[in-house]
């Protein structure tokens, strides 16, 4: 080989957006096909699996789960397409949509909790059902648009500088979203607690309320897998892009594994399905326990 075609060798693998590997084929498939499966079954669940016309009216705000499976479905496009095309569009398909998927779930469970915080014991939460949901959400908000703008920056620099200073805006993105979805476990963990005779007076004395607490429990592995997803992302862009971690296509696991596991537990244990028992029940921030049917209540969950 002459000494330009090694040079040219060598700039190629510098010029290489994953720095020190090629993106797995057999990988970008697996998960391909874990989130496309995900994603159809929350359709399913939201759409089809309800009882006819509830969905139009109460938690159709549930597609922000199935909307991270298709962004994730991008994402991971990206990758496939960069184990054929490393030098072309994938690399930013996959650093920003990976990214920021995770983001969607965190809004679902935040409306989530609001859900039973509105319906179950609103007297026990330190902030009301719509206070809550609104302070979580902006947060959430907030972390989003910090990781996108971040990730856009990065891919598509053009110096090494410019890739870092994405990376850096990306990390803060990251932690806010880690920091908040810390504090909404705890808050979830203490209104749980307080709310606890009256969580188990719902599974008992409502039709189907023992799903309520198998919803409760999709919802704690799905927020403990975002946050495990969080401390991963924080050390790897703390790292650096071209760092140990970020390096390591074994260590990207810990990045996909959490968030299939977060999109699967919701599958699991379909809120959409587990709450209906909530539909009809009336609601006041006054009250020790809002299991009280509405006289004449329509059997559809108001708007949440």
Known sequence: MSSNSTADVAS??????????VPSLAMAVIFLIIFSGS???HLLQIFVFRRPGNVKKSMKWMVVF???GFVEIIGWGG??????????DGYLMQI????????????GLYMLLGVLIQRISPSTSPLSAKK???????????????QAAGGGMAATSNTQSG????????????IVQLIVMIIFVAYFVYWALRSRPQLEQAAISLPGGEGIVKAVIGMGICSLMIIVRGFYRSAELGDGFSGAIATNQMLFLLDAIPVAIA???????????????LEGISSSPSQDSVLELKEGASPEMSRV
């Not at 920003?96 to 965190?106: D, E, K, V, W």
């Not at 979580?136 to 972390?143: E, H, M, N, P, Q």
Request: one cysteine or more; hydrophobic letters at 50%; a positive charge.
């Open 96 to 107: 920003c949509c990976l990214t920021i998927a995770p983001t969607f779930i965190s809004a």
């Open 163 to 174: 890739g870092q200073t994405g990376g850096r805006i990306m990390l803060v993105g990251i």
């Open 12 to 21: 190629e693998e510098l010029s290489n957006p994953y720095d020190r590997y």
């Open 39 to 41: 994603t159809l079954l």
């Open 263 to 277: 999109m699967w537990s919701i599958n699991a244990f379909p809120p959409a399905k587990h709450f209906a028992c």
């Open 132 to 146: 809550f949901k609104i302070v979580f959400i902006v947060a959430d908000v907030v972390s989003l648009v910090i």
């Open 79 to 88: 990758r496939l397409w960069s184990h054929f095309a490393i030098y072309g």
């Open 66 to 68: 199935p909307i991270c």
